[in-house]
């Protein structure tokens, strides 16, 4: 590894806090951010524990039992009878928004399909998981989790845990009606980076491009004024760089998808600088608008869809990215091609997943006929959030009324 990025890592090969918001002139502005870093780290940290540990913690049932009901989660319902739900999990205890809406579902039968949205590949986290998957049997016996593993290797940890677990990458439910290639869009930048404000990311990895655009967006990870600092850093690069996002009160804004893919289609190549997270959607979005791909070595799954011809593994230097980075920009491969390649590979392993879900539903008791097209209707739409309760009251309630009662 280049000087330019190892020597400011941390252990995992995330940045530091310095290395995202760059130097800072002024004293009493780097004690301000540093004093409000360390209150939101402290804050985050008992919200985190809390979160993890108290699902697991309180009654099956009584009036304590419903004190997780404000845990948020994505769940899409695949099927109300037999209740089959789809949700994505993560953390360090990656079943607690699990057992938060299966406490409230408790009396149904039901399969849960779990996304893991970041890699289960850490041998502490799947050491816990075996012990909360038999808890979770336990305590809920009328149900069944199955994990659809980004990864071949995730799968098999998985199952020494004693998990349920199929090898299913989640960039299959990435919709290549939003992320296509666009006519008569120019190129201008020579990469595109869609990263959110966060140390996994490693935006300085990309700072040697010549021409970059970003697309970057806060999930709370820092404070306000750590995204700030941000965003003036990534501004501060290049007068050739630019945030496509619009930035209100320094700070950037949504852009909608169909936006982003425009954004794609103005760039010659996607960056994926992560060192670990899950399988990295925008990673399929760029395959889908036609780019080909840099990427660092990783662990999650996003070059399950990888194809040498057109992505490059690099090392995670600043200067070998832009080596890479030109390297794919001057070959000039054909939009339609990375994109039909693409697609030639994931609707091989829609049809197997949706040819399982078939059979499943089928194994539970169903009396629909076999599935014939992909039931997913795009990331967008299963990962709406909500709190454990609302969605086991929608679930129960509409699974009332779809029986007539």
Known sequence: MGNNGG???????????EEMVGPI?????????????????????????????????????????H???????????????????????????????????GRRLASRRAVFLLMPSWTLER???????????????????????????????????????GGTAIFSNHNLMVSEDIFRPLPDISVEFDAVYNGRISHTKRHHLAFDIERLAHITFSIGELPRAGDRAFIRRLQAQSPLHRIANPIVNGLTGWLAPQEVNRVYNQAAVGLCLSAAEGAMCSSMEYLMAGLPVVSTP??????????????????????????????????????????????????????????????????MGSSQPPLTQWPFPGTRTLRRWATARQHADEITTLGTARKGF
Request: proline share 6%; charged share 30%; hydrophobic share 45%.
């Open 67 to 101: 004190l997780d009901s404000g845990i948020r989660l994505a769940a899409y319902v695949l099927s109300h009878d037999p209740l089959l739900i789809y949700t994505p999990i993560g953390g360090e205890r990656p079943l607690n928004s699990v057992v938060a809406i």
């Open 7 to 17: 020597d400011v890592m941390d252990k995992d090969g995330h940045e530091t806090f």
């Open 298 to 363: 990783s662990l999650g799954g996003r070059d399950v869809f990888f194809d040498p011809d057109y992505c490059i593994i690099a090392e995670p230097d600043p200067a070998a990215i832009r080596r890479a980075v030109e390297t794919l920009r001057d070959r000039a491969i054909p939009r339609d091609e990375i994109r039909n390649r693409t697609l030639a590979k994931v609707r091989a392993q829609r049809e197997e997943l949706t040819v399982f879900l078939s059979d499943l539903l089928k194994r």
């Open 123 to 161: 041998p502490h986290v799947v050491a816990k998981l075996g012990r909360d998957l038999a808890w979770y049997r336990e305590s809920f016996s009328l149900h069944q989790l199955i994990f659809l593993c980004n990864t071949q290797e995730e799968r098999r940890l998985v199952t020494a845990a």
């Open 25 to 65: 002139d002024s004293a009493l502005e780097r004690f301000w951010l540093m004093t409000a870093r360390h209150a939101s780290q402290r804050l985050g940290r008992l919200k985190f524990v809390a979160a993890k540990r108290l699902p697991f913690a309180l009654p099956l049932s009584g009036p304590l039992s």
